[in-house]
């Protein structure tokens, strides 16, 4: 296929073929876009038809790499390739060139991507409102444990006392 076929793509057609290949079910890429199913099955099909690709999969597959083996003029923006998003986090294994395929024998493959963008950010610091949220859990269990001690400490004296009390107001028979 012409790479020139590719670039007519629409960047929302992109957009959708790069999560394609990361959810792999139209319904979780609708739902990670923030967009309808119905969106996403009409991108995915403009897509297809103006590149001439039978397969969604093929089709994103095919354009991963043509984005590869394109270099990107300029600085990429925060998100990743050049449209934002998730082409520049994700990478394929191994990364092959997508094999020709006629019609008549097309196959759906699915490829496994692993997480590759290292981001060495700090964790968020906590506010002082969870440190006086936990202080205060903190001191509620030191309570209810001391309360518990107390009880046991008192417990075996009070019982005899009870018992006292009740042979006290016994008749004797």
């Not at 290949?21 to 119905?38: C, F, I, N, W, Y």
């Amino acid at each position: 296929m012409e790479a020139n076929k590719l670039d007519l793509l629409t960047p929302s057609e992109k957009k959708t073929l790069r999560q394609l290949l990361v959810d792999h079910d139209q319904k979780a890429v609708a739902r990670t876009l923030g967009l309808s199913p119905e969106t996403v099955k009409t991108h995915l099909r403009n897509a297809r038809e103006k590149c001439g690709y039978a397969s969604s999969f093929a089709l994103a597959r095919a354009l991963i790499a043509h984005e590869r083996s394109t270099p990107f003029q300029g600085i990429p923006p925060k998100g990743g390739g050049p449209d934002g998003d998730v082409a520049g986090r994700f990478a394929p294994p191994d990364a092959k060139a997508p094999a020709v395929h006629h019609d008549d024998e097309l196959r759906e493959e699915r490829t496994v991507f692993t997480f590759t963008d290292r981001c060495d950010h700090a964790p968020p610091a906590r506010s002082e409102s969870d440190k006086t949220i936990a202080l205060k859990r903190l001191l509620l269990v030191g309570a209810l444990v001391l309360i518990l001690i107390v009880a046991i400490i008192l417990a075996f004296p009070l019982s005899e006392s009870f018992q006292r009390f009740a042979n006290a107001i016994e008749t004797p028979t």
